[in-house]
């Protein structure tokens, strides 16, 4: 499928056997106390053979080879840390501990072995180590108050156990032949590029409830309290709400499907065990509670369809000295492909315009900050709201002309004042939803200086035989087919979409955009599209550099960006496990995290309020009001907020100067 249909497939030869075996050893063992150098050694035979056994040239041995080795592997270190945090540290001696994995390298003795993870565990435990002295000076523990420094210690240690001990029952989880096998597969196929994946049955139908919004569970949140997963919220109306046999607090012990055999959650992390506690619409799930008297029940569930509302667009009122400003925020573009009348957010941000319009707001702003893009259709369809029938993205496969993509509204449902908010997390849709706006300058891009830079378009096929549909018992592989283009003709691969006015923020400097992947495939350029800029009534160069001229004399902005580079800086550099040297550098790195979260809140919050259409929105369920109500709270003091309300406002004044 891969050499069939991926856009750029990459030769299934030695050179890439030699990738998958060096990705797939770092993957499992990531901080380097598992596997030895020797079992690398001795893996060796496969180096130049994975391949063979992808092609179907040799038995797959590998992976399963592999896994043995880690699991005898895991005991012994599991042994090894449970000594080690049986004796004293002493924190007086001046020594350090590498924390970036990438410059780790695989133990060549035990005595390396042990050496690495005594710092680890040294580590972890003086981080609790110091909590505990501060908790004892401030008086508020009885238990630490009268504790001697000796005492502090071991409890410290102790903690740092319990931690490892959690940790290690997870590996212990996914030290299965399926899931390594699974985690394979996955490195064969991200060899290709970072965004084709492996998804095993479950991940798939996760995928499909993030891209939709909806999924079929039992209505409850859960959290994680020291290692045990248990309820933290309850979804009113919901299947667990209904029931009135689960409470918050209950811990979930085990997990059935009907009248199978349970799982038991040891181990697991919440986002697993939401997995299996979602499942098929009217299918039955058991849940194994305790209870907060100590009881255990038995409770029977019907799982129901669950709206996950909180994920779709809403937008507000923001009032400014120059106009009346709505704000649209959305959190991903997402599409209910399998249900009729389900949600789309272009239609639900048509809806969120008629509201506004409806308002009488002077200007738009949409934020598309931490957007990881989704739905390329209803991308296309929500530029279409913006301005006039046109072309919005050019798609290309590896073969073939490019394909231009328009929308198919004749004229656009809102042509005012529009700003647009971008950070280094938008992605995809977000990015091409940002590149039409700025070709056809119809509003202006605000943000990082760019976006995350993933111009590719993938596709799922189901891996079974036979398969139509989109769910397969073997799996599903979603595969890179195209690269997509903005209609100026640049990709938006590798290099994103530059903000016309750049705000400095915390992320400038993270290694997590598409130029940081080695897989990733290239920038490249194609012919511009036909097409005319948008008539705004107000000049982008103009507002573009008042905004431009502004944050450089803005002395919050200068100082999160000084910051910023100050954190990249420490960030790379081995950490002290001297405790004098420890609590210098925590205290600055904690002062340096304060102080931008104190800088990129306002003094003087917005006034900022909810749409009249959705005052009884939130009322029905208090804890989603509460949320509803803190992110209200949250976003009157947004400093990067409150500037593209400005920008707005430059935008206001100049089609007011040019109507006057």
């Known amino acids: ?47 130049n053979t994975i391949d063979d056994e992808i092609n179907g040239k040799a038995p797959v041995q590998f992976a399963q080879t592999v896994n043995d080795i880690y699991r005898k592997r895991l005991q012994e270190s599991e042994t090894l840390y449970k000594d080690i945090l049986s004796h004293p540290f002493d924190y007086t001696k001046d020594e350090y501990v590498e924390l970036n994995d990438d410059k780790l390298e695989f133990p060549k003795t035990d005595a390396d072995r042990k050496e690495g993870l005594r710092k680890r565990l040294k580590f972890l435990s003086l ?35 319990r931690s490892m001990d959690l940790y290690y029952s997870r590996l212990k989880v996914k030290a299965n032949d399926n899931d390594r096998f699974n985690e394979f597969v996955e490195t064969i196929v991200q060899c290709m590029d970072p965004h084709t994946d492996y998804f095993p049955p479950v991940e798939k139908r996760s995928f499909d409830e993030d891209m939709s919004g909806r999924f079929f569970g039992i209505g409850a949140s859960l959290k994680d309290d020291d290692g045990t997963i248990k309820i933290g919220t309850l979804l009113t109306g919901s299947p667990a709400w209904k029931s009135g ?165 004749r004229s656009a449902l809102y042509t005012g004042p529009l700003t647009v908010m971008v950070n280094e997390f938008s992605a995809s849709a977000s990015e091409i939803f940002a590149a039409a706006i700025q070709d056809y300058k119809r509003g202006i891009i605000i943000g990082s ?3 995350f830079g ?20 073997l799996g599903t592989i979603k595969l890179t087919m195209e690269k997509f283009y903005r209609i100026s003709g ?34 490249d350029v194609i012919a511009r599209a036909n097409y005319n800029p948008f008539r705004t009534g107000y000049n982008i160069s103009t507002v573009t550099g008042q905004g431009n001229d502004r944050i450089k004399s803005n002395a919050t902005f200068n100082q999160i960006g000084v910051d910023a580079d100050w954190l990249d800086k420490e960030s790379d550099q081995p950490y002290p496990l001297n405790i004098d040297k420890y609590r210098k550098r925590q205290q600055e790195v904690k002062d340096t995290i304060s102080h931008i979260e104190k800088l990129s ?8 309020s909810f749409l009249t259409a959705d005052s009884a929105k939130y009322g029905a369920d208090k804890d989603k ?36």
Not at 502 to 513: G, N, T
Request: charged share 30%; net charge neutral.
């Open 245 to 409: 046999q689960v409470n918050v607090g209950d811990a979930i012990l085990k997990v059935g499907q009907g009248s199978q055999e349970p799982v038991d959650l040891t181990g697991y992390t919440v986002p697993d065990a939401v997995k299996i506690i979602r499942g098929g619409k009217g299918t039955e799930v058991r849940l194994t509670l305790k209870k907060a008297d100590g009881t255990i029940k038995v409770i029977s569930l019907i799982r129901d369809e669950i709206v996950q509302d909180e994920k779709f667009a809403r937008s507000v009122i923001v009032a400014s000295d120059r106009g009346k400003i709505g704000y649209i925020y959305l959190p991903e573009f997402y599409a209910d492909f399998e249900n009729n009348n389900g949600n789309r957010c272009y239609i639900d941000i048509a809806k969120e315009l008629v509201k506004l319009k409806e308002e009488n707001v002077d200007g738009v702003i949409l934020d598309l900050r931490n957007n990881p893009g989704g739905s390329l259709g209803d991308v296309v369809e929500m530029v279409g709201l913006f301005v006039n029938q046109g072309p919005v993205v050019q798609v290309k496969g590896r073969e073939g002309r490019p394909m231009v993509l328009e929308d198919h509204a």
């Open 449 to 451: 200086t760019s976006t």
């Open 127 to 161: 981080e609790k180590y110091t909590e505990l002295l501060d908790l004892a000076k401030s008086g508020k523990d009885s238990v630490t108050a009268h504790a001697t420094p000796d005492q502090l210690e071991t409890m410290a240690r102790q903690k740092a156990k």
């Open 1 to 47: 499928m891969i050499a069939e249909i991926h856009y750029s497939p990459r030769p299934i030869d030695d050179s890439f056997s030699r990738e998958v075996f060096r990705k797939y050893l770092n993957g499992i063992d990531p901080e380097k106390k598992i596997l030895m150098q020797s079992d690398v050694n001795s893996l060796r035979r496969f180096e």
């Open 454 to 473: 993933k111009g590719t378009v993938q596709r799922p096929f189901p891996l079974e035989r036979g398969s139509m549909g989109m769910d397969s018992g």
């Open 625 to 660: 009001g509460d949320r509803y109500r803190a992110w209200l709270k949250a976003l009157s003091s947004d400093i990067y907020v409150k500037e593209s309300v400005d920008v707005v406002g430059d935008m206001i004044s100049q089609k007011t100067l040019v109507r006057n």
């Open 490 to 523: 640049g990709s938006t691969q590798l290099r994103g979409v530059a903000s016309d006015i750049v705000l400095p923020d915390a992320y400038e400097h993270s290694k997590y955009r598409e130029k940081d992947q080695p897989d990733a495939l290239p920038y």
């Open 601 to 608: 809140k306002l003094s003087q919050p917005m006034t900022v």
